[in-house]
Nanobody, 115 residues
């Protein structure tokens, strides 16, 4: 059974950092592309970062380039999103997602950037 469990969100001041984790069960993440999405209040869900299978090529939306880093630990079957220099506009619920298992979403983790 596929499960994606996000954690690591919280309240942080502008300029701060957080690391999100996504523990995956039901498939081996190294074999599949993995994404991080986010959804802010009143807005559509937005793709933030992608890590490819195998070699793990990475793609980021322009608004987070140079600030966010997606990575994975294959031994732990976990995907991470390191977020630095956070801005208020990064406030959202963050979700990890596997396109190959498109019907599955986790519960998300809330990130709030505010002073």
């Amino acid at each position: 059974q596929v499960q994606l469990v996000e954690s690591g969100g919280g309240l942080v001041e502008p300029g701060g950092s957080l690391r999100l984790s996504c523990l995956v069960s039901g498939f081996t993440i190294s074999r599949y592309t993995m994404n991080w999405y986010r959804q802010a209040p009143g807005k559509e869900r937005e793709l933030v970062a992608t890590i490819g299978s195998g070699f793990g090529s990475r793609i980021y939306v322009d608004s987070v380039k140079g600030r966010f880093t997606i990575s994975r630990d294959n031994a732990k079957n976990t995907v991470y999103l390191q977020m630095n220099s956070l801005k208020p506009e990064d406030t959202a619920v963050y979700y990890c997602y596997a396109p190959a298992f498109s019907q599955y979403w986790g519960q998300g983790t809330q990130v709030t950037v505010s002073s």
